[in-house]
C-alpha cells in the first residue's frame, strides 16, 4: 500500500500570501495519479488536481500542481478569504490512498 | 446535473449491520466507476471500498475488509454498502464517490454512528 504524507499539517497564512503544500509517497505514484481535494467544515471534498497538474473544471488558475514519482505539490498563488480549508493529496494509481491533510489556516 | 445521494445512515449497535445506499442521477451510471469514502469525526478521509462499471471488480481496504461488501444495480442507478460486524471505530460520514481516482462527484454523506 502506497502512504502518503502531507506537510506541513498546518500553515497559517494571510489572504493574498502563497501557500506550497507538500505530498510525498512512501513508492512511486505510477502515471502520475495523484490528486487534491479542498475540503471545507460539513461540506464533501472538492476535487481541485488530477494527473498531479491537471486542474480540474471550474477551479481557479490560482491554483495549480506540480511534481512526479513520490514528491507532489500544491501551490495556492494568492490566498483568497475562501480557500482557508484542509487539502488533501490522494493517490489512485495503485489502490487508492488518501494523505493526512494540511489545513491551511489564517494568520 | 450529476447527483449523487446517500441514504441509510443511523445509529447502530457493535456488531450490528447497516446498508447504505448510493442514488445516482445526471449522468451514466453504469459507465463509471465508485467508490465509497469515509470520515470519523475530526479526522481525514479514508478510502473504503472500489467497484468497477460492470461490478466485476471490487477492492477493500484491509480495515473493512471480510465485514463490508460493496455492490451496485446499473438498472437502479445505485451503489450500496453492507456494512456488518460493525464497530465503534466504524463510526464516520460515509461518502459515495464517482470515478476510481479523482472523483469530481461525491454526495452530501451519510451518517453512520456505532454506539451502544
Known amino acids: 500500500e502506497i502512504v502518503l504524507t502531507q506537510s506541513p499539517g498546518t500553515l497559517s497564512l494571510s489572504p493574498g500570501e502563497r501557500a506550497t503544500l507538500s505530498c510525498r509517497a512512501s513508492q512511486s505514484v505510477s502515471s502520475s495519479y495523484l490528486a487534491w481535494y479542498q475540503q471545507k467544515p460539513g461540506q464533501a471534498p472538492r476535487l481541485l488536481i488530477y494527473g498531479a497538474s491537471s486542474r480540474a473544471t471550474g477551479i481557479p488558475d490560482r491554483f495549480s500542481g506540480s511534481g512526479s514519482g513520490t514528491d507532489f505539490t500544491l501551490t495556492i498563488s494568492r490566498l483568497e478569504p475562501e480557500d482557508f480549508a484542509v487539502y488533501y493529496c490522494q493517490q489512485y494509481g495503485s489502490s487508492l490512498t488518501f494523505g493526512p491533510g494540511t489545513k491551511v489556516d489564517i494568520k | 446535473e450529476v447527483q449523487l445521494v446517500e441514504s441509510g445512515g443511523g445509529l447502530v449497535q457493535p456488531g450490528g449491520s447497516l446498508r447504505l445506499s448510493c442514488a445516482a442521477s445526471?449522468?451514466?451510471?453504469?459507465?463509471?466507476?465508485m467508490n465509497w469514502v469515509r470520515q470519523a469525526p475530526g479526522k481525514g478521509l479514508e478510502w473504503v471500498s472500489y467497484?468497477?462499471?460492470?461490478?466485476?471488480?471490487?477492492y477493500y481496504a484491509d480495515s473493512v475488509k471480510g465485514r463490508f461488501t460493496i455492490s451496485r444495480d446499473n438498472a437502479k442507478n445505485s451503489l450500496y454498502l453492507q456494512m456488518n460486524s460493525l464497530r465503534a471505530e466504524d463510526t464516520a460520514v460515509y461518502y459515495c464517490?464517482?470515478?476510481?481516482?479523482?472523483?469530481?462527484?461525491w454526495g452530501q454523506g451519510a451518517l453512520v454512528t456505532v454506539s451502544s
Open positions: 445526471g449522468f451514466t451510471f453504469s459507465s463509471y466507476e
Open positions: 467497484i468497477s462499471s460492470s461490478g466485476r471488480t471490487i
Open positions: 464517490a464517482r470515478d476510481k481516482g479523482a472523483a469530481g462527484y
